[in-house]
């Protein structure tokens, strides 16, 4: 357990390091012309409609309503005396009328700072605390109102990443505790094009650089939360060339969209095998500034099918009542690219053993299947805001030779509106499991072996999440949060203290997300 004196140093970090949170929100989209983020898509995803992919609902949303006063959040009744700013879903509203002009040639600019401050206060390899933040701007074009082009739609982003990375400097996990850790970088994030087609626009193709983790495998109950298995899952993190293509990369390729019939769609995509050209090492480094369009790493094929049925309404009739929101994804991916044998060379000899080639052996290709289930519990027939729901995802491969990871999941509960006067915050608790493959753990096996070094094999990693999202403003959200992480990285040695496993570890944070 924590020590009255390790809370009192957390507790003494958060105050120091709080006013540079909020002086980093606000100041560095204003003094870095490139200093973008994504983090509207992580924590903006919840008004996501069944069907549509994070980015196009927020953009939706905003060209919409960017120079409204939206509805207020928790601090509706101490904000209200201050000045008409801090009601608008924008910090910056039409920036002198910016955006006002460019909405009339069809242009949307949406800019967000997601700032975070985490520290361990037990476990670990090291305690302490880090700030680390991310600047994500995404500008769209609509070319019906830009050119009379109907169904077409631009987008080009970039991200500006900064802090430190506590789960590499402190943790040793698997399951990292935030989707916007990464290397420190200004870079390109996403660069497509996105065509709809037929009546009703019931197909429509995407073509250029993307980030899967905006529309593939996901879960936008799950999105609300810190942890990045909630986004982007650990099987494929692990066990794709450069971590896949998911923020802060992304991959050449294109992408079709069939809604079938009202409740179905279908979509299949061709991307790059990996976003990086360089075959080992951090894919992050080697395409450091995100224009390394890659084209000669295999291909990635990946396809989802999505059932769903819409939205929360007042009931009308006894059969409404019995038929709450939901979305249910069944998918498949795959990639050409060589994977190397976790456990043996060549000649199936273990590659700790001094027998060993010391090259691994390659095997062609590696695949997964997933399940994404979101799922309304309940709903209040008095405030549809107040919804209870239930979130789960699985993902496995029976390639267990030449995967570091052969299961995930990940679950969880969401409660929105849970006070009656805080209709856009949300409570949540989540857990996410990583199960290491055999050939990994094997090869743990013989390193001891042959070594007499100490080198337990790993086996599973479990995480649990509680948080709390509060809306504070139209254009601010402040998020409490707690993580539990049981058995680091399946029991790996501990690299201050060889001998000993990294032991299980508590994190404390206070995130913040500003809409510019």
């Known amino acids: 357990m924590p020590s009255l004196a390790s809370l009192s140093n957390i507790l003494s970090l958060l105050k120091r390091h709080l006013p540079r949170i909020a002086i980093t929100g ?17 924590n903006l995803g919840n008004a996501t409609a069944a069907g549509e992919d994070s980015s196009t609902a927020i953009f939706d949303n905003l060209s919409h309503n960017i120079f409204d006063t939206p509805p207020l ?3 509706y009744s101490l904000l209200s005396p201050f000045p008409s700013w801090s009601n608008h879903l924008t910090l910056l509203g039409a920036m002198g009328g910016l955006r006002t002009q ?11 700072e997601t ?6 206060i037990s476990g670990g390899f090291r305690r302490g605390a880090a700030y680390d933040g991310m600047t994500t701007a995404v500008l769209q074009l609509n070319t019906q109102r830009a050119f009379g082009w109907s169904g077409g739609t631009f987008q080009v982003s970039m991200e500006q990443i900064h802090g430190r990375n506590l789960s590499a400097d402190n943790l040793g996990v698997y ?61 494929p993190s692990a066990d794709l060339p450069g971590g896949g293509p998911a923020s802060p990369l ?13 409740p179905l769609y279908i979509q299949a995509g061709i991307f790059s095998g990996s ?17 390394s369009f890659v084209l000669n790493r295999g291909i990635f094929a990946i396809a989802e099918l999505q059932y769903a049925r819409g939205e929360l309404k007042h009931i009308a ?67 549809l805001s107040r919804a209870l729901a239930l979130f789960a995802r699985v993902m496995g491969t029976p390639q267990s030779d030449r995967v570091p990871i052969d299961f995930s999941m990940n679950a969880g509960l969401t409660l929105k509106a849970p006070l009656p006067a805080h209709p856009y915050d949300v409570l949540g608790l989540g857990m996410g499991y990583t199960h290491t493959s055999h050939s990994l753990a094997q090869y743990d096996r013989a390193v001891q072996t042959h070594t007499n070094r100490y080198s337990p094999a790993q086996g599973s990693e479990t995480f649990m999440e509680l948080m709390y999202l509060g809306q504070m403003t139209g254009w601010l959200q402040l998020q409490p949060d707690f993580q539990y992480i049981f058995n680091p990285s399946g029991g790996i040695p501990n690299p201050l203290h060889p001998t000993r496993r990294i032991k299980n570890i508590a994190v404390f944070g206070l995130r913040a997300n500003i809409t510019l």
């Open 26 to 42: 606000l100041a560095l989209p204003l003094i870095v012309l490139p200093a973008y983020a994504r983090a509207p898509l992580v």
């Open 73 to 75: 959040g928790s601090l």
């Open 102 to 112: 460019m909405a009339k040639i069809g242009l949307v600019l949406a800019v967000q």
């Open 115 to 120: 700032s975070e401050l985490f520290g361990n």
């Open 175 to 235: 399951q990292t505790i935030s989707g916007i850790e990464a290397d420190r970088s200004t870079r390109l994030w996403e660069l497509w094009f996105d065509q709809k087609f037929l009546p009703h626009h019931t197909l429509d193709i995407k073509i250029g650089q993307q980030s899967l983790d905006q529309e593939w495998m996901i879960s936008n109950n799950a999105l609300l939360f810190a942890n990045t298995m909630f986004g982007w899952p650990m099987l």
């Open 250 to 262: 992304a991959s050449l390729g294109g992408r079709a969209r069939y809604h079938v019939v009202k």
């Open 275 to 291: 976003p990086a050209y360089a075959r080992t090492g951090d894919a992050q480094k080697s395409n450091r500034s995100g224009t």
């Open 317 to 383: 009739s006894p059969e409404e009542a019995t038929t709450l929101p939901y979305v249910y994804r069944l998918g498949g991916w795959y990639d050409s690219e060589p994977f190397a044998d976790q456990y043996g060379d060549e000649h199936g000899i273990a590659l700790s053993s001094p027998q060993s080639t010391g090259r691994a052996r390659l095997h062609r290709g590696a695949f997964s299947l997933y399940a994404v289930m979101d799922q309304t519990l309940w709903h209040s027939h008095h405030n």
